[in-house]
């Protein structure tokens, strides 16, 4: 078992002076987005808190254990390979699963990768819409629309649409 520990929680374990008493249990550093993504694809199950790692599982299909009354992600639950457990239900739903009786799941509609195409179409529309509005030159794009940007989450600016 492979535990890659978040640095605030290895100070808190520290702080309780946790000690591993189990061969079979590993502490690793925390890693990369990429590596973590290697290790889930991987594993035979995953048990977490955090609503993204409930995405990946149900993308790859790796049967998750959300330790919680409740997901920020209900389609994992609804769709995918996510169930919301308590802890002390760990233990039975770990047995489940290495028994081949966990829950199965699928990829939920959508969840394609083509999502950019598909806000892109919605963006055109959008724009096309405007433009046949008030059309204030040849090229037929508004000048609040000209060089139409969005920034993206690491903060580069991205063209999003030409016409």
């Not at 330790?67 to 770990?94: A, C, F, H, M, S």
């Not at 405007?130 to 794009?141: H, K, M, V």
């Amino acid at each position: 078992m492979i535990f890659p520990v978040h640095p605030r929680t290895r100070q808190w374990l520290q702080d309780l002076q946790f000690s591993i008493r189990n061969s079979k249990l590993h502490l690793i550093d925390a890693v990369g987005y990429i590596e973590f993504l290697a290790l889930q694809k991987k594993a035979a199950l995953v048990i977490t808190d955090s609503g993204g790692i409930q995405e990946e599982t149900t993308f790859l299909g790796i049967p998750c254990l959300t330790v919680g009354d409740n997901t920020e992600r209900p389609i994992t639950v609804w769709e995918g390979t996510n169930k919301l457990i308590q802890i002390n239900e760990i233990e039975y739903e770990v047995e489940q699963i290495l028994r081949g009786n966990g829950k199965k799941g699928k990829i939920p509609d959508l969840w394609d990768g083509k999502a950019a195409g598909r806000i892109l179409n919605i963006l055109e529309g959008i724009l096309r819409s405007a433009t046949q509005r008030n059309s204030p030159d040849q090229s037929g794009i508004p000048p609040q629309y000209d060089g139409f940007h969005l920034r993206g989450r690491a903060g580069i600016t991205q063209t999003c649409l030409q016409m």
